[in-house]
T-cell receptor, first 119, second 112 residues
Framework: DAGVIQSPRHEVTEMGQEVTLRCKPI?????LFWYRQTMMRGLELLIY????????DSGMPEDRFSAKMPNASFSTLKIQPSEPRDSAVYFC?????????????????FGPGTRLTVL | KNEVEQSPQNLTAQEGEFITINCSYS?????LHWLQQHPGGGIVSLFM???GKKKHGRLIATINIQEKHSSLHITASHPRDSAVYIC??????????????FGQGTILTVHP
């Protein structure tokens, strides 16, 4: 398997423009996660999906951010309008469903990230 | 106070040294993830563990659920081990299955 695929790898845009980040999870994985990483705040969960349904979007910073997962093999994270403070590396990760001894947790596999710069 | 605290934040070592990175957390967890991030690179999962100890090559991870503490050890460190090491925990219970809370990371530099 090619792993989690993200595109583009780098994006430079001007303030006010719409930005769309794309992610293809590993085939067969039930969960998809969007993260943002900055120097100041480290890694933060933005939103995650289970079987294409958004489960927890409490990390989405504001209404300018939206995420969709129209099918099991594709997800987008959109920022409209973009602002300089959105500059960060955005990671997508996917995971299978794993249970053991009654506990539920999932090893996550990360994509290479998209480095976004908003001027 | 963060739910997940790592120490030290920065660590410099000479090649061959034994290295320990610590992670303490304040919430109930299902499991803990150790991740590695190279400069300019992506994030790689090293270990996921919920009890005891795991070993992979020169890397060893331990966890003590009662003490809410985990350690990552690197034996015979090498310059290629230079990276950021991130501890992340899966919160137990609720409906947020698989949701990770991250530590701030430990920057490791190993000099030849």
């Amino acid at each position: 398997d090619a792993g989690v695929i993200q595109s583009p790898r780098h994006e430079v845009t001007e303030m006010g423009q719409e930005v769309t980040l794309r992610c293809k999870p590993i085939s067969g994985h039930d969960y998809l996660f969007w993260y943002r990483q900055t120097m100041m705040r480290g890694l933060e969960l933005l939103i995650y999906f289970n079987n294409n349904v958004p489960i927890d979007d409490s990390g989405m910073p504001e209404d300018r951010f939206s995420a969709k997962m129209p099918n099991a093999s594709f997800s987008t994270l959109k920022i409209q309008p973009s602002e300089p403070r959105d500059s960060a590396v955005y990671f997508c990760a996917s995971s299978p469903w794993i249970t053991t001894s009654g506990s539920i947790y999932n090893e996550q596999f990360f994509g290479p990230g998209t480095r976004l710069t908003v001027l | 106070k963060n739910e997940v605290e790592q120490s030290p934040q920065n660590l410099t070592a000479q090649e061959g040294e034994f290295i320990t990175i610590n992670c303490s957390y304040s919430v109930g967890i299902s499991a803990l993830h150790w991740l590695q991030q190279h400069p300019g690179g992506g994030i790689v999962s090293l270990f996921m563990l919920s009890s005891g100890k795991k070993k992979h090559g020169r890397l060893i991870a331990t966890i003590n659920i009662q003490e809410k503490h985990s350690s990552l050890h690197i034996t015979a460190s090498h310059p290629r081990d230079s990276a950021v090491y991130i501890c992340a925990v899966f919160n137990a219970g609720g409906t947020s299955y698989g949701k990770l809370t991250f530590g701030q990371g430990t920057i490791l530099t190993v000099h030849p």
